[in-house]
C-alpha cells in the first residue's frame, strides 16, 4: 500500500509517501519520501506563529511540496492507494490548507482519504525507522512494542502522558495544566532574546554553557509539579521565574555569561520534570514499552537522561529518529495506515478539528 501523507497543522508544510503493509503482527513501512517546507523564517522576526501568515505560506508551498514528495519516491498519483492528511489538533487556518488539497486530490484520483489526529501521527513516528537504513525497513522495533505502552508527549502545543493500551486505544494519564514543555521553551527563549523556535535555540545555549565548564554564575530554577501526586505538568510559572532571575542577575554580570546559564537551568529543569513523572508512571503503571515523541524530543539532554534514567526498569526505551522528532508528513502517513486497517478509524467526520481532547482519533474523511 502506497501511501501520502499531508501535514499542515502548525508551521511545516509537510508531505511523505511511505510504503506499508503486512497488518499489525509485522507491520512494515518504507519510507519513500519525507519532503517539508519550514517557515521558521517568516515567523522568526515577530518571535512566535502568525496564524494568518502560515496558512498563507502553507498555500504557497503545499503543491511543491507534495510534488517533490512523489518526485524523490518516484511514484504517480494515482498510484497512490491512500491519502492520510492531518485533520486536527493545530490551528484551524492551517489545517484548512492541507485538508483541502487532500480532499481535491482524492475527487481527482478517486483515492480513499483518511484524516489523521496529529498527536497520533507523533505516536506513530516511533514506529520508523530513519530513512537512511530503508529500505530493507520492517517496523523499526518489531519486538520492542509490546503494550501497554507509555508515552510521553512534549511538543509545541502539547505535553501529555499517555497510556497506549492498543493500536487506537489512549488513555492520557497526565498533561499540562497550562504551557506546554516545548512553549516553555519557546517563551523563555523569548525572552534571552534567544529568538524562534526556542528549543533547538535554549539547547545551544546550553551546550555552550556546559563546554565552557563556568561555575562562578550558579543558577537555579523551580522544577514545578516536580512532587505532585499526579502526573500533571505545569510550566507557566518558569517563564516569570526566568525573568526575576534575569532582572536580578544582568545586574551584577554581563548577558554572554548568564544567558547560556538561565537557558542550561530552564533545560534541567524541564528535562528534570518531564523525566521524574515518567518515572512516577513507569514505577506505579508498569508498561511494557516507554516511548517519547514531539518536537521536544529532538532534545538531547533529554533524550540522554532518560537512556540513563529508564535502564534500571528494564523495559525498552524509543525516541524517534531525530528526523520523525518534530512535525513530518511520514508519521501522519503511518498512522492513516493503522488506521485505514482498523486501528481507530471513527468514520464520517472531515471538519478539521484544534483541540486533542474532542477529536476523536482518526476518522474516515469521505468525499
Ligand atoms: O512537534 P513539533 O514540531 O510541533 C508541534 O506539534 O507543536 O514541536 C515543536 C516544539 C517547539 O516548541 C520547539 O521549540 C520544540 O518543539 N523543539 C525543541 C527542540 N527542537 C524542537 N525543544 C527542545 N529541544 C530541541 N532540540
Ligand atoms: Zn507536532
Redesign the pocket.
Known amino acids: 500500500m502506497y501511501i501520502l501523507g499531508i501535514e499542515t497543522?502548525?508551521?511545516?508544510t509537510a508531505a511523505a509517501v511511505i510504503e506499508a503493509k503486512d497488518g499489525f503482527n509485522k507491520p512494515f513501512f518504507s519510507v519513500l519520501s519525507n519532503t517539508s517546507y519550514s517557515q521558521v523564517a517568516i515567523h522568526k522576526k515577530f518571535g512566535g506563529i502568525v496564524p494568518n501568515l502560515a496558512s498563507r505560506a502553507h498555500l504557497e508551498k503545499i503543491i511543491p511540496t507534495i510534488k517533490e514528495a512523489l518526485r524523490v519516491a518516484k511514484i504517480k498519483l494515482d498510484k497512490i492507494d491512500l491519502i492520510a492528511v492531518t485533520r486536527g489538533p493545530?490551528l484551524m487556518p492551517s489545517l484548512l490548507i492541507g485538508i483541502n488539497i487532500a480532499r481535491a486530490l482524492a475527487y481527482r484520483c478517486r483515492t480513499p482519504i483518511i484524516g489523521v489526529n496529529?498527536?497520533e501521527g507523533?505516536i506513530y513516528s516511533n514506529w520508523l525507522k530513519p530513512i537512511r537504513e530503508n529500505p530493507k525497513s520492517e517496523i523499526r522495533n518489531p519486538k520492542k512494542i509490546q503494550f501497554p505502552a507509555l508515552i510521553l508527549i512534549?511538543?509545541?502545543?502539547?505535553t501529555e502522558l499517555v497510556l497506549m493500551k492498543n493500536y487506537g486505544k489512549y488513555k492520557i494519564i497526565g498533561q499540562t495544566l497550562d504551557d506546554?514543555?516545548?512553549?516553555?521553551?519557546?517563551k523563555t527563549?523569548r525572552l534571552l532574546g534567544l529568538g524562534?523556535?526556542?528549543?533547538?535555540?535554549?539547547?545551544r545555549q546550553a551546550e555552550r554553557w556546559k563546554s565552557e565548564k563556568n561555575t562562578k554564575y550558579q543558577v537555579k530554577l523551580p522544577r514545578p509539579m516536580i512532587n505532585s501526586k499526579d502526573y500533571n505538568f505545569s510550566f507557566s510559572g518558569l517563564k516569570t521565574a526566568v525573568l526575576y532571575l534575569y532582572n536580578d542577575l544582568i545586574k551584577k554580570y554581563p548577558a554572554k555569561k548568564i544567558i547560556p546559564a538561565i537557558a542550561a537551568e530552564v533545560?534541567n529543569a524541564?528535562v528534570d520534570v518531564l523525566t521524574a513523572k515518567t518515572v512516577k508512571a513507569i514505577k506505579n503503571l508498569k508498561p511494557k514499552t516507554v516511548m517519547i515523541?514531539?518536537?521536544?524530543?529532538?532534545?538531547?539532554?533529554?533524550r540522554e537522561k532518560m537512556s540513563k534514567e529508564f535502564k534500571s526498569y528494564k523495559i525498552p526505551f524509543l525516541m524517534p529518529d531525530i528526523s520523525y522528532?518534530?512535525?513530518?508528513a511520514a508519521m501522519i502517513a503511518v498512522a492513516g495506515y493503522f488506521s485505514a486497517i482498523g486501528g481507530s478509524a471513527s468514520g464520517g467526520n472531515y471538519l478539521a478539528k484544534n483541540s486533542w481532547k474532542k477529536i476523536e482519533a482518526n476518522a474516515n474523511l469521505k468525499l
Open positions: 497543522s502548525c508551521d511545516d493545530g496529529h498527536i507523533h512534549v511538543s509545541g502545543g502539547h506546554a514543555a516545548g512553549e516553555a521553551f519557546d527563549a524562534f523556535p526556542g528549543g533547538p535555540a535554549i539547547a533545560q524541564i515523541t514531539g518536537g521536544v524530543s529532538a532534545n538531547k539532554a533529554l522528532a518534530t512535525d513530518n
